[in-house]
């Protein structure tokens, strides 16, 4: 993906595709994905808009570049388990998308196409392959912890994005949220509800990420799978 190729004449381009990228990445980094525009990397690397054509055919090729370029090299598999490691795979994929959450943005609802997404993916794929489990069934697995990091990164960015902007009277993470239930919840009508907030099951966290949370509903998932391992191999 991307164009590195010279032109056929005049002067060869003082830049390559690396640059460009790692440029646009700032400014996600910096101003978010709406900061990103052919013009604005053009100024960022000291170019004319026109020229980053010779390197990337459109803005939208750019971002997938950029989506594959910012995300990190997959944990290395080790010898761990497959339960073990696709935990720590799980983390360290919701974990990328809170540091750079401009990535949420570019969407996570399509194939990976880039060479380090392909990693991830193939490494999934490769903690799975003792299981006795297809490569259908591999890949759906894939897919689905995928979903649920990508999950809890969005939720876990909008809840703390709305933190941050809001007045000092704003919610202020999970406990903050139990009490502001607590102070309008109808009894009669949320029954179950309220006895929830009372018995403190939205937790202490003072953050709206807690890692607590995260891993139940993981284990709930890695579960499953172990489930369907265990019945293609009973």
């Given at each position: ?33 709406e900061g990103v525009k052919m013009s604005s990397v053009a100024a960022e690397v000291g170019m004319a808009t026109m020229s980053l054509y010779r390197y990337v055919g459109s803005k939208d090729e750019l971002l997938i570049v950029m989506a594959d370029a910012a995300a990190p090299e997959p944990p290395a598999l080790d010898g761990r388990s497959w339960r073990v490691y696709l935990t720590d795979w799980t983390r360290a994929n919701r974990d990328f998308l809170l540091g750079r ?134």
């Amino acid at each position: 993906m991307g164009r590195e190729t010279s032109p056929r004449h005049g002067p060869r381009p003082s830049l390559d595709l690396g640059r460009i990228v790692d440029a646009a990445i700032r400014i996600a980094d910096r101003d978010g994905l709406e900061g990103v525009k052919m013009s604005s990397v053009a100024a960022e690397v000291g170019m004319a808009t026109m020229s980053l054509y010779r390197y990337v055919g459109s803005k939208d090729e750019l971002l997938i570049v950029m989506a594959d370029a910012a995300a990190p090299e997959p944990p290395a598999l080790d010898g761990r388990s497959w339960r073990v490691y696709l935990t720590d795979w799980t983390r360290a994929n919701r974990d990328f998308l809170l540091g750079r959450p401009w990535l949420l943005a570019l969407g996570q609802h399509t194939p990976p196409a880039g060479p380090r997404s392909l990693r991830w993916l193939d490494r999934a794929l490769a903690a799975l392959a003792d299981t006795g489990l297809g490569y259908g069934e591999r890949i759906s697995i894939a897919t689905t912890l995928t979903g649920y990091a990508t999950r809890q990164a969005a939720l876990a960015h909008a809840l703390n994005r709305t933190a941050v902007d809001a007045t000092d009277d704003s919610i202020a993470g999970l406990a903050g949220y139990g009490d502001i239930l607590g102070q309008v919840l109808d009894p009669g009508g949320y029954p179950e509800l309220t006895a929830a907030v009372r018995a403190n099951a939205f937790g202490v966290a003072e953050e709206w990420i807690d890692n607590a949370d995260f891993t139940f509903g993981l284990d709930l998932l890695l579960d499953g799978i172990q489930a369907l391992i265990a019945r293609g191999n009973g």
